[in-house]
């Protein structure tokens, strides 16, 4: 059970614009910058996103975050298959003294 | 080029220990935190353990009850991380990762190990 709760999968056709959700509390993501991963089949994460909305060179653009109260989302645009993965979202925890990890999201492009 | 290392993966009883190393290169390593998050099969990314740069400061995951101790050596460019009394819950793919600052207290991992697979079981 993860402190940062994630839609379990998220779809979408080639093209088109999908978000993903992550739901905090005001001891992680109410107080505490937002960061995305990206896990791509039989890889290691890479990070995404940093501080709430900032994209680490390399990344396309995309690739948005935002974040609202103690919630965020990452958004991609003009979704490729080559995004089929599993994206985390991540926050460090003031209550827990730890970074808590969102359960993950599976992305399908149909 | 930041390159992460991991080894010390294996096959081990429960109850059991084993040390993971973490060689970093391409970085100051004494001036970035760094951590390990672990991944069991067929699951989410899970925190284990961050430390300082400088080595002072130490955090763990509250499910790791004192099992697992987090150190480094600089002058060596490696981290260590010390697990014991190992349950077959501890099974994962174990991943290094470099935090993008010297405190550890971020959830900012900008690069990252390829990992290294324990397996715990009798």
């Known amino acids: 059970h993860s402190v940062l709760t994630q839609p379990p999968s998220a779809s979408g056709t080639p093209g088109q614009r999908v978000t993903i959700s992550c739901s905090g509390s005001?001891?992680?993501?109410?107080?505490?910058?937002v960061y995305w991963y990206q896990q791509l089949p039989g890889t290691a994460p890479i990070l995404l996103i940093y501080?709430?909305?900032q994209r680490p060179s390399g990344v396309p653009d995309r690739f948005s975050g935002s974040k609202s109260g103690t919630s965020a989302s990452l958004a991609i645009s003009g979704l490729r298959s080559e995004d089929e993965g599993d994206y985390y979202c991540?926050?460090?925890?003031?209550?827990?003294?730890?970074?808590?990890f969102g359960g993950g999201t599976k992305l399908t492009v149909l | 080029e930041v390159q992460l290392l991991e080894s010390g993966g294996g096959l081990v009883q429960p109850g059991g220990s084993l040390r993971l190393s973490c060689a970093a290169s391409?970085?100051?390593?004494?001036?970035?935190?760094m951590t390990w998050v672990r991944q069991a099969p067929g699951k989410g990314l899970e925190w284990v353990s961050a430390?300082?740069?400088?080595?002072?400061?130490?955090y763990y995951a509250d499910s790791l009850k004192g099992r697992f101790t987090l150190s480094r050596d600089n002058s060596k460019n490696t981290l260590y991380l010390q697990m014991n009394s190992l349950r077959v819950e501890d099974t994962a793919v174990y991943y290094c990762?470099?935090?993008?600052?010297?405190?550890?207290?971020?959830?900012?991992?900008?690069?990252w190990g390829q990992g290294t697979l324990v397996t715990v079981s009798s």
């Open positions: 991540a926050a460090w925890d003031d209550s827990l003294s730890g970074v808590v």
């Open positions: 005001s001891s992680n993501i109410g107080s505490k910058y």
């Open positions: 391409g970085f100051t390593f004494s001036n970035y935190a």
């Open positions: 430390i300082s740069g400088s080595g002072d400061t130490t």
């Open positions: 990762a470099k935090v993008a600052l010297a405190a550890a207290d971020a959830g900012w991992f900008d690069s």
């Open positions: 501080r709430n909305n």
